[in-house]
């Protein structure tokens, strides 16, 4: 609060005294009384220690980029990069040479600024700046041997810098200064293209995330995953989509006895067989794998494919030749699991995998209790297409979704064939279709189900997906 003196006589009084030349008077008679004005709020950075001595208080200091307001920037110790950025000035040089040349130009005027040390404890950058090149010399090391063409550098710079930082430049810097970050993020990237040439530095999604942490100088180089499209065909009734983790050892490190030290329950899985010859050939440490819905471990996937996206985690390099993979991958896998259409993808087509919900067409061949006349077991098949069946949540999953009743869609039923005691068709469903549990009805839970509409005790045999209609 700053008192008005027009309200208080006293302070009146004050003021004329003051301004009359009493203030330093050995015997002045107000000397216990004289009000001490509070701090401006806006230029509080002022009682911070790191600006010494009385030279700091320049109250009337107009902003960069009045000749005035740079020889206040190089009195309060800035160096001469945060003089070329606040100063407002157009200099033959940039950076630190810049602000090198309008400090000779300010000691023209101001001889005294000649003893100011050339900013040893830079009060808006705390010699940060200096920092730079060595920064980057990390950073250009750590990204040795990594593939990238994009980069995108981030920087945490300590607040109370940052603060301080910010009140002096708004202060006294020139209108629309660059603000510390920024120009530190420039200056790091000026030097990592002269260092090590073609990089484009991004704002988003990009091949190289560099994150500095200016307090303890550490740098931190994030490969980012390579996420690759394609289709898979499963050959086999043996091998889980995912990795299944033992459930002995719950797939701890090390693995135990009843694993083989593997962590896996299952030896292989389609995200293995794909991703370990991928990971192997771009140098990177893991994947994830990420598809459009899955099947069962015993349930083969034919047709074109099941969509997927393979994301390569950290690679060291990202640009494998996808056409030589489709052929690898099956003659690793012994063509259990084969690939087609593989292109680069994103992040964005993982969400778009996961949340589209296809229909898909399956083949299954199940058992009856007797054999069932075909006439009679076509036409009681049939009436279930079209059909919406309730399914409650089948028993095998109710460890791991919620249990309620879903309704899908029987979109169609078509080949059905009788071979004595056992039946096989082909059928159309809506997304979620529990199929198994379509047959044999799990115990009542699905309604209606084949085995209802037979009358009849049904065994899966095996089933297929024929097709994801994805597309
Ligand atoms: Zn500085
Ligand atoms: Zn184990």
Avoid at 149 to 169: C, F, N, S, Y
Wanted: proline residues 6%; aromatic residues 6%; hydrophobic residues 30%.
């Amino acid at each position: 609060m700053s008192p008005d003196p027009s309200e208080d006589e006293e302070d009146v009084t004050w003021v004329s005294f003051s301004s009359a030349g009493y203030g330093s008077a050995e015997d002045d008679p107000w000397e216990d009384v004289v009000p001490v004005p509070s701090p401006d709020p806006e230029v509080d950075w002022y009682d911070d220690d790191s600006i010494d001595g009385e030279a700091a208080i320049q109250w009337d200091a107009p902003p960069c980029p009045a000749p005035l307001g740079i020889a206040h920037l190089i009195r309060i110790g800035c160096c001469d990069h945060c003089l070329h950025r606040l100063s407002g000035r157009r200099t033959e040089k940039r950076g630190s040479e810049g602000g090198s040349e309008l400090r000779e130009q300010s000691i023209l005027t101001n001889p005294d600024l000649s003893d100011v040390g050339s900013g040893s404890d830079c009060p808006t950058c705390e010699n940060l700046m200096d920092d730079a090149r060595n920064i980057s010399e990390i950073i250009s090391s750590a990204c040795e041997g990594i593939e990238y063409a994009t980069m995108q550098v981030g920087v945490h710079i300590p607040k109370d810098l940052m603060e301080e930082e910010d009140a002096i430049r708004t202060r006294y810097g020139a209108p629309a200064s660059t603000p510390l970050k920024a120009t530190f993020v420039e200056e790091i990237q000026s030097i990592l293209t002269g260092e090590i040439g073609d990089i484009e530095f991004v704002k988003e999604r990009p091949d190289l995330m560099i994150l500095i942490d200016t307090l303890t100088l550490r740098v931190e180089v994030d490969v980012r995953p390579v996420f690759i499209y394609g289709r898979y065909i499963k050959n086999s009734r043996e091998i889980p989509q995912t990795r299944w983790p033992c459930r002995s050892c719950r797939g701890r490190q090390g693995g135990c006895e009843a694993c083989g030290s593997s962590g896996l329950q299952y030896e292989d899985s389609v995200q293995d067989l794909i991703g370990i010859p991928f990971a192997g050939t771009m140098g990177a440490e893991d994947t994830a794998f990420h598809g459009m819905g899955r099947e069962d471990i015993d349930v083969r996937c034919l047709g074109n494919g099941r969509p997927f996206v393979l994301e390569v985690k950290s690679p060291r390099s990202r640009s494998p030749d996808l056409a030589e993979f489709e052929s690898k991958i099956s003659s690793t896998s012994g063509g259990r699991v084969v690939v087609n259409s593989l292109r680069f993808s994103d992040r964005k087509e993982v969400a778009r995998i996961k949340q589209t919900r296809s229909e898909k067409t399956y083949t299954i061949r199940f058992s009856t209790e007797e054999a069932i006349d075909q006439e009679n077991a076509v036409s009681l098949i049939h009436s279930l297409s079209g059909k919406t069946v309730e399914q409650q949540t089948p028993r095998r999953v109710s460890h791991r979704r919620a249990d309620k009743i879903r309704k899908r869609k029987i979109v169609s039923i078509d080949n059905v064939e009788v071979h004595g005691e056992e039946i096989e068709m082909t059928l159309r469903c809506e997304a979620g279709t529990y199929i198994k549990e379509l047959v044999h009805s799990d115990e009542g839970r699905t309604v209606p189900s084949v085995s209802g509409t037979l009358n009849s005790k049904c065994e899966v045999i095996w089933l297929d997906v024929e097709n994801v209609h994805a597309d």
